[in-house]
């Protein structure tokens, strides 16, 4: 049986990790719709949304207070998230009479809680130092560690599915039909590819990972050398890091493998149906999803946490060189948040036997092939 | 795992949290419409599914393409290999090459299934194989042929 | 708490049991087995089993489930077709329910729980080869993928292989059973 020693004070810094891992998930994810939009705007050589923001002509200081704060709009368009979270919350929700109400209604919670829990196994900095105690923050170094990613990741397609299944709209049945075929595909190449990572590291814990990527083979020194770059995954496993962000495109079905929603032809996919904050609901979950996706490939092949110099920072003050650590995990994850948006306002659509012919033809044998070499180098 | 007991209840903490949210959420989107708003109200023009804005065309919950259904029975097979080789991803160095051969005869005989079903044009999603595909009437038009 | 927590999942799998078995609609039957799993999921974790405990919703909850929901979608029930006279079964299975449960109960009560750490040894009994021991003792901690692997790879290589062979023929009988013309 497992056993609980607990003390009511290793229990309360343990909600520390907890909390701010749910609050800084719960904070980005606006940030992240004003930023698509920004980041869609710049590559087709638009404005994107400048109007409702805080200082400006038009800005929420002059609406309330009277302040404009001068003629010109500074960082206008901030508040659009906000402002789209108002006209989503007070639109209708709307059930149509068709529809299986019940799953209607929970299709959008499966959509939000997968990519949420990705989070819990994910190390976002190094260990906090209050008066002797140690704060890893991490929400749970379970044993099992990339195991949870794994099986979390295969509870995404409930949302899709029960969405368009539940609308009972022809669009929606096959959006949601298309988008669960295609997650499974993708996934067991995740999964092959994950094993060829554990093989690499020789461990399942996401810590151990983090730490095995701190370290480097030094060719000058002729000896193994900290905090280094060369011991990034990537280096290592490149087809693995290749497949992984691959899948992982299609697992948040973002273009260029957004088949279930492909406007030009399916309208709105799985979300035909939906109306407002059931619909925000649902790409909530795929911002969320894009950022459990940035924070896992950062994890396994980009260091973590981990930048030159920590240990020199750590020696000096842990708790700064632990912040520091915070943000760059966050630095890290935001870039990859980014390319996904670059590749989505740039790549056009697949057509879905592409899709599937690419997933089963060409990434599996390739995940397979990735796995036996891996064992052949590492044994 | 310094203390499994702490870290099981941290990631029960925060999946109770997770859920919690949501199913909040949800709560407050239904009061909102039900309470503040008092919008709700069904039409017949309202309630029919969303069809381009021609008359309805039967029902959407027609049988669609075998091709799904097979699809998710390769991903069962193909999890479950993924799930055997995981304990061997974890404990290769100790196996050393007994092991290896073990896992290369294991993986070979999937991806021999593999290429069986992929040469049986199964996971081809093309219209040369007519003769597979759903009689029109089983099967939604653009189910089995995505374009 | 260990006591609360083992009650709450299997207080969730009993509950989401008798969904599965009273729900008319297949679909229902299907989610209802999510939670069903989830519990599962949450006595191994208790039992220590964590590989298990993942394995479980990976290939259960994310997997099989899909199938059945894909099944379900590909045999398309509509409601009308769903049969009204199935209430029959369905207070038969409640009754076997309710029959196995008491049983079970009932067989606790007469032989009293086992002591801490019985079942512990049970367990570990079951494992019972050398090897496993070997791997036990070796610092390895029972329950996780690398004690599985080791014996899965040393002792049970042959049956593995033929698990593979199985998973083989599962694929050829997916392709037979759906093509018209092989």
């Given at each position: 049986m497992l056993s609980l020693?607990?003390?009511?004070?290793?229990?309360g810094w343990k909600l520390l990790p907890v909390l701010l891992v749910f609050g800084a998930v719960l904070a980005v994810v606006p940030l992240l719709v004003y930023l698509e939009r920004k980041v869609c705007a710049w590559i087709q050589n638009r404005v994107g949304p400048n109007r409702v923001g805080l200082l400006g002509p038009d800005g929420l200081a002059q609406g309330v207070l009277g302040f404009s704060g001068g003629g010109k709009r500074i960082l206008g368009g901030l508040l659009q998230p906000l402002a789209d979270a108002i006209k989503l919350i007070s639109k209708e929700d709307f059930i149509p009479a068709q529809a299986d109400k019940f799953l209607f209604s929970l299709a959008p919670f499966f959509a939000l809680l997968p990519p949420f829990l990705t989070f819990v196994v994910v190390p976002v900095g190094a260990d906090l130092t209050f008066g002797g105690t140690t704060v890893p923050l991490i929400v749970a170094d379970l044993g099992v560690g990339m195991l949870w990613v794994l099986s979390v990741s295969s509870l995404a397609a409930y949302g899709v599915q029960l969405g368009g299944w539940a609308s009972n709209s022809k669009f929606s049945l096959l959006g949601g039909v298309r988008a669960t075929a295609q997650m499974i595909s993708y996934e067991i190449?995740?999964?092959?590819?994950?094993?060829?990572?554990?093989m690499h590291y020789d461990s399942l814990s996401l810590r151990e990972i983090v730490q095995a990527q701190a370290t480097y083979f030094d060719p000058l020194l002729g000896r193994l050398a900290a905090n280094g770059l060369g011991s990034w995954g990537v280096w290592h496993q490149p087809l693995a890091a290749l497949l992984f962000v691959i899948c992982a495109f299609a697992e948040n079905n973002r273009l260029p493998f957004?088949?279930?929603?492909?406007?030009?032809?399916?309208?709105?996919?799985?979300?035909?149906?939906?109306?407002?904050?059931?619909?925000?609901?649902?790409?909530?979950?795929e911002y969320i999803a894009?950022?459990?996706?940035?924070?896992?490939?950062?994890?396994?092949f980009f260091g973590g946490w981990h930048y030159p110099g920590y240990a020199s920072v750590a020696a000096a003050s842990p708790n700064l060189a632990a912040l520091i650590s915070l943000a760059v995990l966050g630095a890290k994850v935001m870039i990859f948040v980014l390319f996904q948006m670059w590749v989505r306002w740039t790549l056009p659509r697949f057509r879905y036997d592409q899709v599937m012919e690419l997933g089963w033809k060409v990434l599996i044998p390739l995940a397979l092939v990735n796995l036996v070499v891996t064992a052949l180098v590492n044994l | 795992?310094?203390?499994?007991?702490?870290?099981?209840?941290?990631?029960?903490?925060?999946?109770?949290?997770?859920?919690?949210?949501?199913?909040?959420?949800?709560?407050?989107?239904?009061?909102?419409?039900?309470?503040?708003?008092?919008?709700?109200?069904?039409?017949?023009?309202?309630?029919?599914?969303y069809e381009c804005g021609v008359?309805?065309?039967?029902?959407?919950?027609?049988?669609?393409?075998?091709?799904?259904?097979?699809?998710?029975?390769?991903?069962?097979?193909?999890?479950?290999?993924?799930?055997?080789?995981?304990?061997?991803?974890?404990?290769?160095k100790q196996l050393g090459r007994?092991?290896?051969?073990?896992?290369?005869?294991?993986?070979?005989?999937?991806?021999?299934?593999?290429?069986?079903?992929?040469?049986?044009?199964?996971?081809?999603?093309?219209?040369?194989?007519?003769e597979d595909a759903p009689a029109p009437s089983e099967a939604l038009p653009a189910a089995g042929h995505g374009h | 708490m260990v006591d609360l927590l083992f009650l709450a999942a299997a207080a969730l799998c009993v509950i989401s049991a008798c969904a599965i078995v009273t729900c008319k609609n297949p679909v229902y039957s299907v989610i209802g087995m999510l939670p069903f799993f989830l519990g599962i999921a949450g006595l191994f974790v208790l039992l220590e089993a964590t590989f298990l405990a993942a394995m479980q919703i990976m290939v259960y909850g994310g997997a099989i489930l899909v199938v059945f929901l894909f099944v379900i979608m590909l045999i398309n029930l509509r409601p009308e077709e769903i049969r009204d006279d199935f209430s029959f079964g369905r207070y038969l299975g409640l009754a076997a329910l309710a029959g196995v449960t008491g049983g079970v109960i009932l067989s606790f009560v007469r032989a009293g729980v086992p002591p801490d750490g019985e079942l512990e040894r049970a367990f570990a009994m079951g494992i019972g080869s050398r090897e496993g021991q070997e791997a036990m003792s070796g610092g390895v901690l029972f329950g996780s993928a690398e004690s599985i692997g080791l014996t899965l790879f040393r002792q049970y290589?042959?049956?593995?292989?033929?698990?593979?062979?199985?998973?083989?023929?599962?694929?050829?009988?997916?392709?037979?059973?759906?093509?018209?013309?092989?």
């Open positions: 020693g607990l003390d009511a004070s290793a229990v190449t995740m999964g092959l590819v994950l094993l060829s990572v554990f957004d088949m279930p929603e492909c406007e030009a032809e399916l309208v709105g996919g799985y979300h035909t149906e939906y109306s407002s904050m059931k619909f925000g609901m649902f790409f909530q979950g894009m950022l459990a996706m940035g924070a896992v490939i950062s994890t396994l | 795992m310094a203390n499994s007991g702490l870290e099981v209840l941290g990631a029960t903490i925060f999946v109770l949290l997770c859920v919690g949210m949501g199913l909040t959420l949800l709560a407050l989107i239904r009061l909102m419409t039900k309470v503040v708003l008092k919008t709700e109200k069904h039409k017949e023009g309202k309630d029919a599914p008359p309805l065309l039967g029902d959407a919950r027609t049988r669609f393409g075998v091709r799904f259904y097979l699809v998710a029975l390769s991903f069962v097979l193909f999890d479950v290999e993924t799930v055997f080789l995981i304990p061997y991803a974890v404990t290769f007994e092991g290896l051969y073990a896992v290369l005869i294991f993986v070979a005989i999937l991806a021999l299934g593999l290429f069986y079903e992929l040469e049986r044009g199964l996971l081809t999603w093309s219209d040369s194989e007519s | 290589v042959i049956p593995l292989e033929l698990v593979g062979v199985l998973l083989m023929v599962a694929i050829l009988g997916a392709v037979i059973l759906s093509k018209k013309k092989l």
